[in-house]
Nanobody, 112 residues
Framework: QVQLVESGGGLVQPGGSLRLSCTSS????????MGWYRQAPGKERELVAS???????YYNDSVKGRFTISRDNAAKTVYLQMNSLKPEDTAVYLC??????WGQGTQVTVSS
């Protein structure tokens, strides 16, 4: 019943910025754990950032200081603001809800 839809991916030059959005639909009023994962070709999927309704925030060391996760619970949307992007940030970014639901993913490519 709950679905996640990501948007905001694209091609950007190193040093640029993108803002990813993940909107949930369905009858669930709120979801405690929301996270952004990424998976690059030949690499394991990794957690980039996560946020709980209780205010617990996590950032992967590789993105700390550059990425910001935020939530708009009224809109059932979680965002990932990505600044100072690096080529190594290139990956498919997937939204994940702790209830066990994944989005389809959105491609982020950082290249000059």
């Amino acid at each position: 019943q709950v679905q996640l839809v990501e948007s905001g991916g694209g091609l950007v030059q190193p040093g640029g910025s993108l803002r990813l959005s993940c909107t949930s639909s369905g009858s669930i009023f709120s979801i405690n754990f929301m996270g952004w994962y990424r998976q690059a070709p030949g690499k394991e999927r990794e957690l980039v950032a996560s946020a709980t309704n209780g205010g617990t925030i996590y950032y992967n060391d590789s993105v700390k200081g550059r990425f910001t996760i935020s939530r708009d619970n009224a809109a059932k949307t979680v965002y990932l603001q990505m600044n100072s992007l690096k080529p190594e940030d290139t990956a498919v970014y997937l939204c994940h809800a702790g209830i066990g639901v994944w989005g389809q993913g959105t491609q982020v490519t950082v290249s000059s």
